[in-house]
């Protein structure tokens, strides 16, 4: 019973983010989670047999520069979300595996999301390079299931397909079906990816629905990467990528791309992504509310487990558009940039 | 200093739960903690030589569907239930134990918990079979110290008594005693529990009181096992049990009883239950409100540490009396029942 | 990826605390943290090679008389408390350190806590017998910053510089610097330690400052010790203590002093404080609001993780002042005074 592995990410960086017009701030602030998010987790498997497996992954999100804590969502909607409470946030699931796949129970992240990070050079963390499709698209970060989903049930296909990998997901929002409830499916959710990697290719689409009475979320997403020479080592050979978005929460829609690449150079490896978004006016006939956001950082590896990171960002608005940076406001129609430096800590 | 074992329980099952009549509600949810309640544990002991030693528990509850959490109470009232927050709410205590038993302090559970959970053929989970005295009586789930009380010091018998075995606790609402506060004792708790265990037989009673200004409540329960043949291995022989139950509230009298029976199917379990409770109706007068409970299921065990379980069960309510399950509403008088498919997995 | 040690403290002990005069209350109620605040952490180092390395900390304070949690503030302001919930209030930190020294970021201690608690024979606990400078201080325990920081760099002088020691801290209060925004500032801390150590002498001087628009807060104190005989190992000679601590908090001053000793009889340690604390009057031309501590202990040691302890301890409080311990109320001018039982397990 001693099979249990405490783990976890510790990020920590200091960003300056500006804003710029009438409107706009600026701020230096310590921040978590710039190049992975801080995380702290408890995980373990157990070999039933004939290639059959049991496990289970906990995983708490947290803020490495307050101790502080990111509540998890036990409904997959607003009434869901647990304060700011520490919970298992991240992950929470039980599985059983084998030569089937694998079945997954619990809190996870949803098909889609993982089209959205893996396909970015800045990967899953949280500073100012990272996603711009994630980070203002109507299917991400401010989603209740943009990146996970609670009650979910998952299946993951088997590793030694030739290459190809999937998974399916369904989820549910656990509504009360009762007389006069109208909103019974709000929070249910399914999901499915499927992808296909060799030779240093690799690509997937991925699609996703979740339900609300308020207006229905769909999200899909296309990705492709080319690894140059190596392979897909730590530190290998240029890596090229792109993206392809598109969601629709109610009756309004949004889509965007983003092109990236990661570059090996010295002890670490340069990333760079340009991404374009734009959704709906939210009054029909008006134009389209857009921006663009470019990225471009170094990552230097002290270790496989720690490295030190720096970029910079610049966001392009549209009229009517105030994307921002750090949380920083700025000024419809106006830039906003910023500049990272950061530590990361695997442990 | 290196003593600590991180321990615990991920229990995720399917429920479909229905009610019926007008009210009557359904709905299909993944859930948690169905055969044994989820939990995130960190403990160790310290041997201080002749038979002496220290130890510590540190054990939280959570949600293993969506990776929420189980709020401690601090103060054995209302006001002390910590909101949504993560804490080690199952059990966080220091102890010294030796030839003498064990001194405990700290947040554990009543001694009249433990009666009513060991005599229960589905124990200390919280699916659908599980307990009905615990889940609609007075003294059991909805009760401040119904399960457990903080602030206690608790005595535990030795081993070595000839079958004899038994703990005392109190516990402390820790109101200021001064001047206009009417409420001081609120809070406040004291129990007890003895049993004998002896050639597959086992009886235990237990008893205790939570004082409150609203209405003291006590509890007092029995009860009472024999298991045939190999005697309390984990796959045994036949194992059977029965519980008596009485609680008051106030002034409100509730009373109860539990049969069932465990037994050693393939590789495997069968379970069943029959528990019946009624309590006195809110006016003086008017019949007793009553509830019965019939539950049954299967645990197929994949390991020592990870089986699968399914349950079936059903509510009869009398006149006026509306429990349910699953937290799916049914209409005064009316039955309500469920179906539970799950996985436990012990690290 | 094996290098996280779990660690922990569990203090837990019985109060009985009184007040005195016609609102005077009393309590006896089982408390956490008297002798050492209980804790759980996680924690580990990683070699980078040449002397270098990195280090991560996360460490949550909790109570363990009911498994509760102590928040943690994210931003050095009252918005920032992050309600009831666990976090790793007591320190999240990621750290360099090598020749150079160490770098730390994250939420750490504030330079000037240290003078406090190292110069107390009670040390940083958290009981009667704990340092009044910090509890009833308007540096201390009520500030936002008088333990700890969010969001901030620190860094330590390394370890073999004959003697001297020190660490300098700068802080964040994270506002966002945008037009109409007066508290911009809100949050800021800076704050340094310097001391020397050598031949059983040992003093050092901090000194701080946080910045509020209500009113900055300041603080500086001097601490110094002399240990006789064979120095500074847990059962050692006679240790004597002295403090001397000076706060403003805007317009407000205060200011106060400590003697104490450590003194190892038998199986354990004697520890003995007197401690005078005095604030301006809240209306200028008033008399000072003065109180006065004395506390008196004995820690037996069962071994080198677990002790039993005892402490009395008596505030006098100067007419208008009605500091108390315990959390029950005295009535001003009138004394209170407080009994203590309690166990320390460090895992």
Same mark, same amino acid.
């Given at each position: ?137 109507? $299917?991400?970060?401010? !989603?209740?299931?943009?990146? %996970? #989903?609670?009650?979910?049930? *998952?299946?993951?296909?088997?590793? @030694? +397909? &030739? ?36 030779? $240093?290719?690799?690509? !997937?689409?991925?699609?996703? %629905? #979740?339900?609300?009475?308020? *207006?229905?979320?769909?999200?899909? @997403? +296309? &990705? ?124």
């Amino acid at each position: 019973q001693s099979s249990v592995t405490v783990f976890g990410v510790l990020d920590t960086s200091v960003i300056h983010a500006q804003g710029s017009g009438p409107n706009g701030g600026s701020r230096t602030q310590m921040s978590s989670s710039g190049n992975s998010f801080s995380r702290l987790g408890f995980r373990g498997t157990e070999d039933l047999g004939g290639g059959y497996g049991a496990g289970f992954w906990l995983e708490a999100g947290l803020q490495s520069d307050s101790g502080g804590v990111i509540p998890t969502n036990v409904n997959n909607q607003l009434s869901g979300i647990q304060a700011s409470s520490f919970g298992f946030s991240r992950r929470a699931t039980v599985s059983l595996f084998g030569p089937f796949g694998e079945v997954r129970l619990g809190r996870d992240y949803t098909p889609t999301f993982w089209n959205t990070a893996l396909f970015d050079p800045f990967g899953t963390g949280g500073g100012i390079g990272s996603n711009h499709l994630y980070f203002v698209g109507q $299917g991400g970060l401010g !989603a209740y299931v943009g990146t %996970r #989903a609670s009650n979910s049930v *998952g299946y993951f296909l088997p590793a @030694n +397909l &030739g290459g190809f990998y999937g998974q399916v997901m369904a989820a549910s929002g656990e509504n009360v079906d009762v007389e006069g409830q109208p909103n019974v499916h709000d929070g249910d959710y399914v999901g499915a990816r499927l992808g296909f990697r060799a030779a $240093g290719f690799d690509i !997937a689409g991925s699609t996703g %629905r #979740a339900q609300y009475a308020s *207006g229905d979320l769909t999200l899909s @997403n +296309l &990705g492709v990467a080319y690894t140059f020479g190596p392979g897909l080592a730590v530190v290998g050979g240029l890596k090229l990528m792109a993206e392809y978005h598109q969601d629709k929460l109610g009756q309004r829609e949004g889509r965007g791309g983003l092109v990236g690449l990661k570059w090996p150079v010295g002890p670490g490896m340069v990333k760079a992504s340009y991404a374009y978004y734009e959704r709906d006016a939210l009054v029909a006939g008006q134009a389209d509310l857009a921006s663009a956001k470019m990225a471009l950082g170094y990552e230097y590896l002290l270790s496989k487990r720690t490295s030190l990171y720096a970029t910079v960002a610049r966001i392009h608005n549209d009229d009517g558009t105030s994307d921002s940076l750090g949380g920083v406001p700025t000024t419809p129609g106006r830039p906003a940039t910023g500049t990272e430096f950061g530590i990361t800590h695997v442990f």
